[in-house]
């Protein structure tokens, strides 16, 4: 199944029934056209239950105190206040829209005020803090403990500058607006992502669809999603690419 026919017919492939799902889109980040995606309602819940597991790798517990740097005010730089801290969930949430200098300083001076152990958020507004971190010599408060990236590719120029930044490790995680799949990283192995079976049934074939099998070919990434109940994607090319690292365990 190719985004070419998810773009053109997304209906096609919706299941579930009017009102139980919500209407996003894919970023074209990847240069193609962005396609209409139907997810289910109620899936944050889930979402976060796999991403918490993931994190658990660098020592995330439920209920650590967060500070979230990303979607913030509905992906809009036209809003009034640049952070928020919501008590009941130990997050502070700061906007990646207005990352000028000053700023910048108060991020850094907030993450000490509430004592945040991990800071989550794109690489690209990492790099812009960490930068600024590093000319203001300032250092990470003592309860930090790692820096969780997603949403975009992790470079290892940016992992560097971010760990000699914060001084804790960096992990990143793998997905896609199709929910069809999702990876972490394994931390002995900085850039080798392993996938959560769950979420997503995932194969890597080549050229001709012939599963990879050879550790260190490359291959294309296809996964029938089991996540989201509002599409049937069935062996969905997620048009990514890999390098196979080692075969999957039972």
């Known amino acids: 199944l190719t985004k070419a026919q998810i773009i053109d017919n997304p209906e096609a492939f919706l299941v579930a029934e009017s009102g139980d799902y919500d ?13 209409r ?8 819940v889930r979402e976060m239950a796999f991403l918490h597991h993931i994190w ?9 105190g967060r500070a979230v740097m990303r979607d913030y005010g509905g992906h809009t730089a036209v809003i009034k206040n640049t952070w928020r801290y919501d008590p009941s969930l130990r997050e502070l949430w700061l906007s990646p829209f207005h990352l000028n200098e000053a700023t910048i300083d108060q991020y850094l001076q907030l993450l000490h005020q509430y004592q945040v152990r991990f800071l989550y958020s794109y690489p690209s507004a990492l ?7 590093l000319r203001r010599r300032w250092k990470a408060p003592l309860s930090l ?15 560097q500058l971010i760990e000699k930044s914060f001084g804790v490790p960096i992990m990143g995680h793998y997905g896609m607006s199709e929910r069809v799949a999702i990876a972490g990283e394994i931390i002995s192995s900085p850039g080798t992502y392993e996938f959560e079976p769950l979420y997503g049934v995932v194969e890597l074939v080549d050229d001709d669809g012939k599963p990879v099998t050879v550790p ?6 296809v996964s029938t999603g089991l996540f989201s109940q509002a599409m049937a994607l069935i062996r969905y ?8 690292v080692r075969a999957g365990a039972p």
Do not use: N
């Open 145 to 159: 403990r790692g820096i969780l990236a997603g949403s975009e590719s992790l470079f290892s120029h940016q992992r």
């Open 237 to 244: 090319d997620i048009g990514d690419r890999a390098t196979l």
């Open 56 to 64: 658990s790798r660098i020592g995330y517990r439920l209920g650590d």
């Open 216 to 221: 260190g070919l490359r291959g294309r990434l």
């Open 23 to 35: 209407i996003r889109s894919t970023s074209g980040s990847s240069g193609r056209a962005p396609a």
């Open 127 to 133: 790099s812009i803090v960490a930068r600024q971190a």
């Open 37 to 44: 995606i139907y997810l289910d309602r109620g899936r944050s």
